[in-house]
């Protein structure tokens, strides 16, 4: 992960763990993802909801009503009032005014509202009277990381003109002049013979976040998630032909027992291991065998025992399951858009 988005991943905790209280959530939330639009939610005192987007010759009204549970603001019975759209998400057949909508949820960050719980929903709604200020920490940051790309650094291989990586050495905020650079942001690296060998991004040194590794013949050899330089999550490995070679997971553990994560952890701690049902294949991509290690599904329920412990065993086994889902969900919408990252 990014050091830059580090800090926002942090001020989004700080917004969560302030509990939101009806009063608080009344007012206007717009969706500044795209500044030709005009994107806002309303919601009023009384219970209802106003929706209203427009762009161009675009324009969807909804209205409904509101009510809060927990930390999720759900909306139901919904109308859409708009009859040009209704014709157009209908495909041009016969429709009716006041056709109800499906129901839906906002998950609350303080002042963003995310259709999803995590908040990696680009369409982020914002309260009214936060928007300016937003906006402006997003473009200054928007010109920061344009200004540090351009800083990029080639590195070479010793005694020679062949170029080993491609990246940015950095000082960490604050640290004194003569510190250590470390790497960080987007890198590549490649073979002495030219060939691209990797690249991921760093942070403070670590590997973080989807790594790519290749063979020399250009063909995918190895994807997968990073966490402080160690493998986690689902991983991939690949012949020199292109075809699917190892597959299974890795857990995140503690030297001596699995421990929870947490933001100081190192490889000098930590360490990762396989878990569950792990698939090999030949060079043709015929499956040769399987190998079960410790239950993924154990591991992450003791792992989540160590987060939780007041909490009881289905708790567990629920947040067990959402956490392997948005994992696995995180990884192959990934995969899924090497194609358009070559």
């Not at 009032?81 to 006041?98: A, H, P, R, W």
Request: overall charge neutral.
């Amino acid at each position: 992960m990014k050091p830059y988005k580090i800090l926002v991943v942090i001020s989004l905790i700080f917004f969560t763990a302030c509990a939101p209280n009806r009063e608080s959530l009344i007012g206007k939330y717009y969706n500044v993802e795209d500044e030709k639009a005009v994107h806002y939610v309303d919601f009023k005192e009384d219970g209802t909801f106003f929706h209203y987007y427009k762009k161009d010759t675009v324009q969807r009204s909804h209205s409904g009503e509101w009510f809060l549970e927990e930390n999720k603001i759900n909306i139901y019975d919904w109308e859409e009032y708009s009859y040009e759209y209704l014709k157009i998400i209908s495909g041009m057949g016969e429709v009716k005014f006041g056709s109800k909508l499906a129901n839906q949820i906002f998950w609350i960050s303080g002042s963003y509202l995310n259709t999803t719980p995590d908040g990696s929903n680009p369409g982020s709604y914002i309260k009214e009277e936060d928007v300016a200020e937003i906006v402006a920490g997003r473009k200054a940051e928007e010109r920061r990381w344009d200004n540090y790309l351009k800083d990029k650094d080639t590195f070479y291989y010793p005694n020679s003109k062949i170029i080993k990586a491609i990246g940015i050495l950095s000082d960490e905020p604050g640290a004194d002049l003569n510190a250590k650079k470390q790497k960080n942001y987007d890198w590549k690296h490649f073979y002495p013979t030219g060939e691209i060998e990797s690249k991921g991004e760093y942070s403070l040194d670590n590997k973080e976040g989807i790594w790519k590794f290749y063979h020399k013949n250009g063909q995918l050899k190895e994807l997968g998630a990073f966490q402080d330089s160690l493998k986690v999550g689902p991983w991939e490995s690949y012949h020199e032909n292109g075809n699917l070679k190892e597959k299974g997971v890795y857990v995140y553990i503690k030297k001596g027992g699995i421990d929870e994560i947490s933001e100081n952890s190192s490889s000098k701690y930590y360490l990762t291991k396989k878990r569950g049902v792990w698939n090999y294949y030949d060079a043709s991509g015929k499956l040769v065998r399987t190998k079960e290690f410790l239950s993924r599904e154990k591991a992450y329920d003791s792992l989540l025992h160590v987060w939780n412990k007041d909490e009881d065993k289905e708790y567990i086994i629920s947040q067990r399951n959402e956490y392997i889902q948005k994992e696995d969900r995180y990884y192959n919408d990934y995969k899924a858009s090497l194609n358009a990252k070559k």
